[in-house]
């Protein structure tokens, strides 16, 4: 099973949206919809921000939000904060009954 | 407060072993897949494998690249494990339990042990 490819880096303006793509296959992101998102700050463990693919967990920002097409998933934050500047990962479940991840992207909020 | 706390992590050579814990707390352990994750320095999260409860005969999976070296078990009382053998230095990373807690995604993690392979 290969990662799942995201863009390694995206920018954006405060009060920006970005949006971060997920690409996989028939027999992860294509085939199920458990997609979920990871948010991860320096030094910090991942935060969970989407689940199945456009869900979000209690506590979690509006701002965020998820969607899928086919083998793509994608996360867009929208009103982009300083504090967004984060690393994202997507993650999936595999025909295999196994998880794959996306390799990640680094945000930088300009 | 639910919580999983990963130990022993350490400095190990290339070709040993090490055997790292998962302990909980604030939930009934025995009922949840218990999964590990792990993240070299600077780069990105790799699922490594997954034990299930008892519900599901304690089932293990394991990332493909990884299969024959890591082993996974638990004992219901509290703990997950991850033995690891014949490491690699590309096998040095912070290794991370996660659980599906409230929905189907990794919403409670660990804080990491970190795990150093080198001579």
């Known amino acids: 099973q290969s990662a799942l490819t995201q863009p390694a880096s995206v920018s954006g303006s405060p009060g920006q949206s970005i949006t971060i793509s997920c690409t996989g296959t028939s027999s992860d992101i294509g085939g199920y919809s458990y997609v979920s998102w990871y948010q991860q700050h320096p030094g910090k463990a991942p935060k969970l921000i989407i689940y199945d693919v456009s869900s979000r967990p209690s506590g979690v920002s509006n701002r965020f939000s998820g969607s899928k097409s086919d083998n793509t998933a994608s996360l867009t934050i929208s009103g982009l904060r300083a504090e967004d500047e984060a690393d994202y990962y997507c993650s999936s479940l595999t025909s295999t009954d196994t998880q794959v991840f996306g390799g990640g992207t680094s945000l930088t909020v300009l | 407060e639910v919580q999983l706390v990963e130990s022993g992590g350490g400095l190990v050579q290339p070709g040993g072993s090490l055997k790292l814990s998962c302990g909980a707390s604030?939930?009934?352990?025995?009922?949840?897949?218990i999964h590990w994750v792990r993240q070299a320095s600077g780069k990105g999260l790799e699922w490594v494998g997954r034990v299930r409860s008892a519900t599901h005969n304690y089932a293990t999976a394991y990332a493909p690249s990884l299969r024959g070296r890591f082993t996974i078990s638990r004992h219901d009382s509290s703990t997950a494990y991850l033995q690891m053998n014949s490491l690699k230095t590309e096998d040095a990373a912070i290794y991370y339990c996660?659980?599906?807690?409230?929905?189907?995604?990794?919403?409670?993690w660990g804080q990491g042990t970190t795990v150093t392979v080198s001579s």
């Open positions: 996660a659980i599906y807690y409230e929905i189907n995604a990794f919403d409670i």
């Open positions: 604030g939930f009934t352990f025995s009922g949840f897949d």
